[in-house]
């Protein structure tokens, strides 16, 4: 029999409740998901080429994981804020490959590598598989010339199910296997066809289990997303996706909060949304309870948050480029259209503009132009930040990040109350979330924000002593 999951997400409310009383959580419970850019993304200045990688220096081994952004949907779902673009022609995909190519070309010889020795890679967007097959195949062609792809041990690609389906998604499926292409992550967001419809998807349930079927056919590692909060969700329906989502022999399941302010350069339509139908959100009462319920029926079927928001049954089938990016902090270059560059001192981004992209790649440039190179100070938060959240921070690491800090000295105030409230636990190795401290990781990390980067202003939070304005 079913355990009564809703019971049980009672006490994860009243605690949540608690934790805005002592100022952790704004008084609003709204959330902002600490990426992988600190400071915020928003906040980076135009930068001449030149500039980007002055002083920049790969690491000892010259391997990067490699991002690639593919700017095309085949429609807007309600939810998004990702950069993409819909209803385009094959012609205008194939113009945009081109311009791809042409950027990838720039920016080797403007490094002076001959080729890119991969760490990982993940092809993203948008949707790659939006692409024909005829165009996957000729960006695979191109893409395995720049980047050398024999000793990269995971090949991961974003996709939406409604392209991996019928004999053009049998087809990009065996494309991208052919190119060693091994885990795919597959944007189910629910299993309730009414859900889908609102969140304006471009597939229903049916189509979503095929495409999951289609994949582990074909023996790719596979994860599936999911976003709760989300209009037309209820507690109810939400446990029935969990408990199917269980059911379906995936190795990883993802889970977002849905998120209504944008928090990147792009505004997504729910924005406007939730101002003209403020009545159909769901309350953050039942968000949260959502979020432990998942969290409960997840454990229930032996799936365990090995990185932040992400279950896996098996801890060596997850994604081995969130890891580099989130835990380790490597070196990751991305291509394309508002793609971004997460260097060790420094965060860059392609512009997200068509014309001025295609302008830059025709006259031989590279095309970022954004970059922030972070001071000492902004580096160590940054080194925090995402290690806490999604994994550990590791002492060491994080000293040969920061030219021999000691992180234990730096946020000593930080960990202690920290400590005292048991979020954390702390040895000479590592600092790391409890079960408690996860469940809380994006406003927890808020505690190693600057006053000016905190994403809600003060008058937000209650004075308690977990406030992050009075650190
Ligand atoms: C680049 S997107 C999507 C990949 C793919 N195009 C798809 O639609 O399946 C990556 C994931 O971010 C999540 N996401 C996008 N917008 C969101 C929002 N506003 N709030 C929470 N999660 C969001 C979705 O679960 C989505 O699958
Ligand atoms: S969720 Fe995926 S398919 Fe939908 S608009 Fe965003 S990137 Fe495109």
New binding site residues.
């Given amino acids: 029999m079913q355990r009564d999951y809703i019971a049980l997400s009672t006490p994860r409310w009243q605690e949540f409740q608690e934790y805005q009383r002592l100022g952790l959580i704004p008084r609003h419970g709204d959330f902002s998901p600490a990426g992988v850019h600190y400071p915020p993304i928003t906040n980076y200045p135009p930068i001449p080429p030149e500039e980007a990688y002055r002083d920049f220096h790969e690491l000892e081994t010259r391997k990067f994981d490699v991002y690639v952004h593919i700017p095309f ?1 085949h429609r807007r ?1 309600l ?4 950069p993409s673009h819909y209803h385009c022609s094959e012609s205008e995909k194939d113009i945009y490959l081109d311009h791809l190519e042409m950027e990838m070309r720039n920016w080797l010889s403007f490094r002076g590598i001959e080729r890119i020795k991969s760490r990982t890679i993940l092809m ?4 790659p598989t939006d692409l024909s097959p005829s165009q996957l195949k000729r960006f695979l062609t191109f893409f395995t010339k720049y980047v050398d792809i024999t000793s990269c041990p995971q090949f991961n690609w ?3 199910p409604s392209t991996l389906v019928g004999e053009d998604g049998l087809e990009r499926l065996r494309i991208i296997k052919d190119y060693q292409g091994d885990r795919l992550t ?2 189910i ?1 629910s299993l309730n066809d009414a859900v889908l419809r609102k969140m304006n998807r471009s597939h229903d349930v049916a189509v979503a289990k095929e495409s999951i079927q289609n994949c582990l056919n074909m023996g790719f590692k596979v994860n599936i ?1 999911f ?1 709760y909060g989300h209009p037309g969700e209820t507690l109810q329906n939400w446990i029935d996706v969990m408990e199917e989502a269980c059911s379906l022999g995936t190795d990883e399941i993802q889970l ?4 209504i302010e944008p928090y990147g350069d792009q505004e ?1 339509t ?1 924005k406007k949304f939730s101002a003209y139908h403020e009545d159909e959100l769901i309350s953050v009462e039942d968000t949260i309870r959502m979020k432990e319920i998942s969290d409960l029926i997840l454990a229930d079927h032996g799936y365990q948050e090995n990185l932040r928001r992400v279950f896996t049954k098996n801890r060596k089938n997850i994604s081995l480029y969130a890891y580099n990016q989130c835990c380790r902090l490597k070196d990751e270059v991305g291509f394309g259209l508002s793609a971004f560059s997460s260097l060790n001192d420094r965060f860059m981004i392609n512009t997200p503009d068509f014309a001025e992209y295609y302008q830059r790649t025709e006259q031989g440039m590279i095309a970022a132009n954004r970059c922030l190179i972070r001071n000492a100070d902004q580096q160590a938060r940054w080194s925090t930040i995402l290690p806490l959240k999604n994994y550990f921070i590791d002492k060491q690491l994080f000293q040969r990040l920061n030219q021999g800090a000691d992180v234990s000295q730096l946020f000593r105030r930080q960990f202690d109350l920290l400590l005292q409230y048991g979020l954390i636990t702390e040895d000479d190795k590592r600092v790391e979330l409890t079960p408690t401290g996860a469940f809380y990781s994006d406003e927890i990390v808020h505690l190693f924000y600057e006053p000016q980067h905190q994403s809600f202003p003060r008058k937000d939070f209650m004075e308690g002593s977990l406030n992050p304005f009075n650190i």
């Fill in positions: 949907c779902c939810f998004c804020h990702y993203g967007g948008g949707t974003d996709v939406d597959i944007g967001q997303e976003i977002y909060r849905l998120k997504g729910i």
